[in-house]
């Protein structure tokens, strides 16, 4: 089984959003192969779930303050804060397919066994916590996920920490401890970095080749160079506006406030 690879390197983050989405309708239709994305963001974002509010996740006026990009995926899951140093990732299945369960928690169990077979590489003893559905190592998180499923498609994100900001991960959301096990008081206590592990800076290109081998391995597929089509970037594009719309970024916290006026003025 053979499915294309693409790294973008360093992009914007709201056509980040955009592009795997588009990805995601293409190959859910089977009009392109299944595929694995790899990209950096360009400046700092902070990847918020479909179903959340933003005024309950994020500090939205340090946001604005720092430029912080508030992204609002069709993923499900809880939202992130991602700078330069993670390499993110991905990987994108045909639901019904012979490499993605049909079983939510088997795909995130099969996907990032990637990251597990990447951090033996490397040297690491890696282990899938379905509980967060994540990657933890010596105990601390250094890969988390999220996973949605439309038009035909599987998408499981995730990130891995080459190294990270914590500092700033506690300004930007409300919550920065939320996804970590239990007794953590600070992200940092509760996360780790590969540059933590290796004791360097890790070398990037090195990273992302084990990381790719790593997927292989587990999803029992081979990879192959690919580059985006027109009719991949031309809806990515269209999508962006979307994304960077405030109705689409704070479309769950108004459908709450038109939920709290419709039961106010039914009990009234």
């Known amino acids: 089984m053979i499915w294309r690879f693409i790294d973008t390197d360093r992009i914007d983050g709201y056509f980040s959003a955009a592009l795997f989405e588009s990805i995601g309708r293409h190959v859910g239709s089977g009009r392109i192969e299944e595929t694995i994305l790899f990209w950096r963001v360009r400046r700092p974002v902070v990847y918020i779930g479909y179903h959340q509010c933003v005024e309950e996740e994020i500090r939205e006026r340090y946001c604005t303050a720092s430029g912080v990009q508030i992204i609002r995926r069709v993923l499900g899951g809880g939202c992130g804060f991602c700078d ?30 990637g990251v597990v077979a990447a951090l ?27 996973q949605g499923r439309f038009d035909g498609a599987v998408l499981v994100n995730g990130s891995l920490l080459l190294d990270f900001n914590f500092d700033d991960m506690d300004r930007v959301l409300k919550n920065p401890t939320k996804n970590l096990r239990e007794g953590i008081s600070s992200a940092r206590d509760g996360m780790i970095t590969l540059s933590e592990l290796l004791g360097r800076t890790p070398d990037l290109e090195e990273a992302k080749s084990v990381l790719r081998d790593g997927f292989e391995a587990a999803l029992g597929v081979t990879t192959r160079d690919g580059v985006l089509t ?13 994304h960077k719309s405030r109705d689409w970024i704070y479309r769950m916290d108004n459908k709450r406030r038109k939920q709290i006026v419709r039961k106010s003025n039914a009990e009234s």
Not at 96 to 107: L, N, R
Not at 133 to 140: C, I
Request: proline content about 1%; charged content about 25%; hydrophobic content about 30%.
């Open 230 to 242: 027109e009719s991949e970037i031309e809806l990515a594009e269209h999508l962006s506006k979307r």
């Open 120 to 146: 033996r590489t490397l040297g690491f003893d890696g282990r899938y916590e379905p509980r967060w559905g994540a990657v933890h190592v010596k105990g601390r998180k250094i890969s988390g996920s999220a």
């Open 84 to 113: 330069e140093n993670q390499i993110l990732f991905s990987i994108i299945g045909r639901e019904g397919g012979s490499v993605i369960s049909s079983d939510i928690h088997e795909t995130y169990s099969s996907v990032l066994g």
